[in-house]
């Protein structure tokens, strides 16, 4: 008697909505933060590290890209109830709330470029090269280090692969494009803040985007860089907690995790109980986890899952020409 094939999750996302989740994803308090310890390691050579950070998150995004094409099976207390929530109800409501908050967090960025640049007086120099120079080669990889964290949220669209439609189309499509757009948005917030700022002012910031944004002739628009961080974190977090369920579920079908993970909903076709369980895992670790540890320790984590998606689909990579020699050798 064969066993009954474990339930699958519902194809409800389209190519667009993976796009948006990734930039759901990504787009997250790093923007907000990282701009002025970045600028203390670099200067204004911040944009060289900008680009190798995003270099190297381009790297693992096209690895974890092409691993969940393969296998589209993916492997504040109030906030994380609310998200627990949305993501247990179903994967629809959650695409939805994430574009409402991706459209108000980029509409935020927005304002913030607009009202830096609309600072009166001259702009400040970006001496990139001499920058470079006084950096070095350690302060430059500091620096990449604390922007490649912007971009964390790359992964995303590979773990909620089960609920994309045509997964071999879609995500190695989605992947690219939103890393695409936010290494832009990066940039351009970047470029603006270091124009009005400059590079010693964005490193002693607390809150550069926001001191950018006063120095202008729309000082009102600041508040504007509270709403965006909110909405922008909240968005991290609806995708984080819909994507490790999902990696919960995979785990759990494979017995790495309690099988009971792996039961699906009959009518929403969500890992309900994955969901209930992170839930209650985030509720207890915002409650009582020491906020620096818990970002080492995810730091840490991040660059874990990244070496080991490269390792891994360095292997598919390798399997695949290995046997696309031996059947040129057959045929021969």
Do not use: K
């Amino acid at each position: 008697m064969s066993a009954t094939p474990p339930a699958g999750l519902a194809r409800r996302l389209g190519v667009g909505d993976a796009v948006l989740v990734g930039l759901g994803a990504m787009v997250g308090a790093g923007v907000f933060s990282a701009y002025a310890p970045a600028a203390r390691a670099a200067g204004s050579a911040l944009l060289v590290a900008l680009a190798l950070a995003a270099v190297v998150a381009w790297c693992n995004a096209t690895s974890t890209a092409a691993l969940a094409a393969e296998h589209p099976q993916a492997g504040g207390v109030a906030a994380a109830v609310v998200m627990t929530a949305v993501n247990y109800l179903d994967i629809r409501r959650t695409a939805v709330l994430n574009r409402v908050l991706v459209a108000v967090t980029l509409l935020c960025l927005g304002l913030v470029v607009v009202g830096a640049l609309a600072a009166p007086g001259p702009r400040h120099a970006l001496p990139v090269a001499h920058d470079l120079r006084a950096a070095g080669l350690h302060g430059v990889l500091q620096a990449a280090g604390l922007l490649f964290f912007a971009f964390a949220g790359y992964a995303r669209v590979a773990t909620l692969g089960e609920e994309v439609r045509d997964p071999r189309r879609a995500i190695p499509r989605a992947v690219p494009v939103a890393l695409g757009l936010v290494i832009a948005v990066y940039a351009v917030v970047g470029v603006s803040v270091l124009l009005v700022l400059g590079p010693a002012a964005t490193g002693a910031s607390p809150v550069p985007l926001r001191d950018a944004v006063a120095a202008g002739d729309l000082p009102g628009l600041a508040g504007l860089v509270r709403v965006g961080a909110v909405t922008a974190s909240a968005g991290v977090l609806l995708t984080a907690m819909a994507g490790v369920g999902r990696t919960a579920l995979a785990m759990a079908r494979d017995a790495e995790l309690p099988t009971a993970l792996a039961a699906v909903h009959p009518r929403f076709q969500l890992p309900h109980r994955a969901e209930l369980v992170l839930g209650a895992v985030v509720v207890v670790a915002v409650s009582l986890a020491d906020v620096r540890s818990a970002i080492g320790f995810s730091s840490l984590a991040v660059l874990g899952y990244d070496a080991v998606a490269n390792a891994a689909a360095g292997i598919v990579v390798l399997a695949a020409g290995l046997a696309g020699r031996a059947v040129a050798r057959r045929r021969g």
